[in-house]
């Protein structure tokens, strides 16, 4: 599959993996790579050494084309910035605001800068910074969400810039890639699908609880902070949601999700953990290689259009 995408960044297949704090590292990145999309490895807030450390590893597992995602809210965005310069990343993605004072910098060192776009205004702004395209995602999306729909979103993304858009929030076969390109996506980014993938290093309870999640799984929170964000429902996120709906502040919810993710990722822990996913995980129920899993949403992709067209 031919787009602006396999263009740009080089690759066979217009597919982004997600980046994925503290779950998108080296092995994930590597893998997704190797098998003909772009693997991304994940800043998140974590420290620069670690980072740099994981694209050296990633540089010893794969000669493809991998990039690396950065959180703008993060302590450590700067030195990840410079990071990518240093380390000659190809592409950078971003999420959680502007990477506008970013770009000059990045563009002048030859990097491909894909920031992640909530909206159609942040949009036009990342093309008018410099952006090479933009991901558009859907509040279906695991992690860090904005309110408006794939299906809403993308077309409208589309409509209102000339720079190629990827669409992200809901993937997860090869129906939600024909339906991506068919809203005018030059590609697809997808985070969920790949935590069931052999490659991708969580605890096994994180990825039991993706591969059990039935359709209605899914639970947002943290909206009254301004950073709202889905996961799969338990007794700790269900907890986190009653608090912001009886009066805490947001002050009090934030120390109350401090190192939540990491306990979930490293730990399993249900208890205190915060397992980021997105409301498709309902259609995942296998583990499987990167490898298999890209060739055979590909190939199913191939599938669909085949039915379209009949």
């Not at 395209?133 to 999306?141: L, M, Q």
């Not at 934030?254 to 208890?271: S, Y």
Request: aromatic share 4%; with cysteine; proline share 5%.
């Amino acid at each position: 599959m031919k787009t602006k995408i396999t263009e740009l960044l080089g690759v066979k297949y217009p597919l982004l993996q997600g980046g994925m704090a503290w779950i998108a590292d080296a092995d994930l990145a590597a893998a997704v790579s190797n098998a003909g999309g772009v693997g991304l490895i994940a800043g998140g807030n974590a420290p620069v050494d670690y980072i740099r450390d994981q694209i050296r590893k990633a540089r010893t597992l794969t000669d493809k084309p991998f990039g690396v995602n950065i959180m703008l809210m993060s302590p450590n965005a700067a030195d990840l910035a410079q990071l990518v310069i240093d380390e000659k990343i190809p592409v950078v993605t971003t999420g959680a605001g502007s990477p506008g004072k970013y770009v000059p910098a990045w563009k002048e060192a030859g990097v491909k800068v894909i920031p992640v776009i909530p909206t159609v205004a942040l949009a036009k702004r990342m093309e008018q910074a410099g952006a090479d395209a933009v991901i558009a995602e859907g509040t279906e999306s695991g992690g860090h969400i904005g309110e408006n729909t794939t299906m809403c979103l993308v077309p409208q993304v589309v409509d209102a810039v000339s720079i190629p858009v990827i669409a992200a929030g809901g993937i997860a076969d090869g129906r939600g890639i024909i339906a991506a390109r068919a809203l005018g996506a030059e590609g697809v980014q997808l985070g969920t699908r790949f935590l069931a993938a052999t490659e991708c290093n969580i605890h096994e309870t994180y990825r039991k609880l993706v591969i059990d999640a039935k359709d209605t799984d899914s639970i947002v929170t943290g909206r009254f902070t301004g950073h709202p964000c889905r996961g799969i429902k338990t007794k700790f996120s269900r907890s986190l949601l009653k608090f912001e709906q009886n009066g805490g502040t947001p002050e009090e919810f934030e120390e109350m999700t401090v190192g939540a993710l990491r306990k979930a990722v490293q730990d399993g822990n249900v208890a205190e953990g915060s397992f980021l996913c997105g409301a498709i995980a309902g259609m995942i129920r296998e583990v499987k290689p990167c490898k298999d899993i890209i060739e055979e949403l590909f190939a199913d992709a191939d599938r669909v259009m085949k039915e379209v067209l009949k």
